[in-house]
């Protein structure tokens, strides 16, 4: 191969990287948006329905943590190499080591999965006294708990891959 054929593969490869990384950092942020959203509406949903106190609170607790917390992976992702120009700059500072550490990207990563598994898990579970309350028939009554425990499982399958995530460590681009 020529050398201008060469450095045309080269700057192909850099151009492939830099867009590659691009769109993980993207779809990473955009992951934790659609999270937020998603946990934000059905949180918005059970205060319509929720008329005691306790559960009221829970929803707003819930609400409150898991935004909170989805913000800080937001920012985190976004800005835990510095501020991302491009893919081939992320790719750079990864490789010099001036981007957090694997540590704290695998905790901030780890504590979001919990958040979101939690807030899932206390969705799940928070309808049954208000089924239960309910005045249908109990046929209808073990239809809506079979959706539920349906949500239940979804759940607990996903507490079991975050066990299952321990095994693994950050992919680091440059090393």
């Known amino acids: 191969m020529s050398l201008i054929a060469s450095t045309i593969w080269q700057l192909t490869n850099l151009a492939l990287v830099s867009m590659a990384i691009n769109i993980v950092i993207v779809a990473v942020v955009f992951y934790i948006l659609t999270m937020l959203t998603f946990k934000i509406s059905i949180g918005l949903f059970y205060l319509r329905i ?11 607790g819930v609400m409150a943590v898991s935004t909170i917390f989805s913000l800080v992976a937001f920012f985190f992702a976004i800005f835990h190499c ?13 490789r ?27 969705y799940a579970i928070m309808p049954i006294p208000l089924l239960m309350e309910t005045r249908i028939p109990k046929r ?36």
């Open 50 to 60: 929720f008329e005691k106190k306790w559960q009221r609170r829970t929803v707003y």
């Open 82 to 94: 510095g501020t991302p120009k491009s893919g081939l700059l992320v790719y750079t500072r990864q």
């Open 96 to 122: 010099d080591g001036q981007c957090s550490s694997d540590a704290s990207v695998l905790g901030i990563g780890y504590t979001h999965a919990l958040i979101v598994s939690t807030t899932d898990w206390l």
């Open 140 to 175: 209808e009554k073990v239809i809506v708990g079979g959706i539920l425990a349906l949500g239940a499982m979804y759940v607990s399958a996903q507490f079991s891959h975050i066990t299952s995530l321990t095994k693994y460590t950050v992919v680091a681009f440059a090393r």
